[in-house]
């Protein structure tokens, strides 16, 4: 059966200060592995794909990569605004995403 | 312009009850989803319908029942209500049933049941 790890569960960051988050991943036929942002009382708002390990992809200060087990969201310089629940999800050889827990992400200004 | 939108956003109904839950979006997707978000926050899969043909159908009680219509919408009927139905529900959908194209969430129905 497919699973997804995230972790932790909760971060607590300072307005300025880079960290990461982690997602394993077991797989059956990695075909993408996804990072949403959900916030209070939304659904969740898609991020990036990442299709092979090795590739990463930026977005303002959000940075994703990939290796064959594991999948990091790299934060630079964090603002409030970043403050959010980040999902983690991978897609296998069906049709279907499982999806972590997800990161409460605060950022303090 | 919303691009996936359901309704009721809130839904607060007693213990066996029946009701339902509405899902369109107007992204030209083929595939639709229902997932169950619990109280930790947990994203699990329900259904998946592709061209309004079901293409998932996970372990859910037969008192959950979806309908695609048409493939733009696909609504979930919920019967009997029990506590532990509540939950939030979102609707998403999916340019194909491929495997590596993102989904699209509506901003979920927060289901309470007393």
């Known amino acids: 059966e497919d699973q997804v790890t995230q972790s932790p569960e909760a971060l607590r960051l300072q307005e300025g200060e880079s960290s990461s988050l982690n997602c394993s991943y077991t797989?059956?036929?990695?075909?993408?592995l996804f990072w949403y942002r959900q916030d209070p009382g939304k659904g969740p708002e898609f991020l990036f794909t990442?299709?092979?390990a090795g590739e990463e992809k930026e977005k303002e200060r959000l940075k994703a990569t990939l290796t064959k087990k594991e999948s990091f969201l790299h934060i630079t310089a964090p603002k409030p605004e970043d403050s959010a629940t980040y999902l983690c999800?991978?897609?296998?050889?069906?049709?279907?995403?499982?999806f972590g827990k997800g990161t409460l992400l605060t950022v303090n200004p | 312009d919303t691009a996936v939108s359901q309704t009721p956003k809130y839904l607060v109904t007693q213990m066996g009850n029946d009701k339902s839950i509405k899902c369109e979006q107007n992204?030209?997707?083929?595939?639709m989803y229902w997932y169950k978000q619990d109280s930790k926050k947990f994203l699990k899969i329900m259904f998946s319908?592709?061209?309004?043909?079901?293409?998932i159908n996970e372990t859910v009680p037969n008192r959950f029942s979806p309908k695609s219509p048409d493939k733009a919408h696909l609504n979930l009927h919920i019967n009997s209500l029990e506590l532990g139905d509540s939950a939030v529900y979102f609707c998403?959908?999916?340019?194909?049933?491929?495997?590596?194209?993102?989904?699209?969430f509506g901003n979920g129905t927060r289901l309470t049941v007393t």
């Open positions: 998403a959908s999916r340019a194909k049933a491929e495997y590596n194209s993102p989904l699209h």
């Open positions: 797989v059956s036929g990695l075909r993408g």
């Open positions: 990442l299709y092979s």
């Open positions: 999800a991978a897609g296998g050889s069906n049709y279907k995403l499982t």
């Open positions: 992204l030209g997707h083929d595939t």
């Open positions: 319908y592709n061209n309004k043909e079901l293409i």
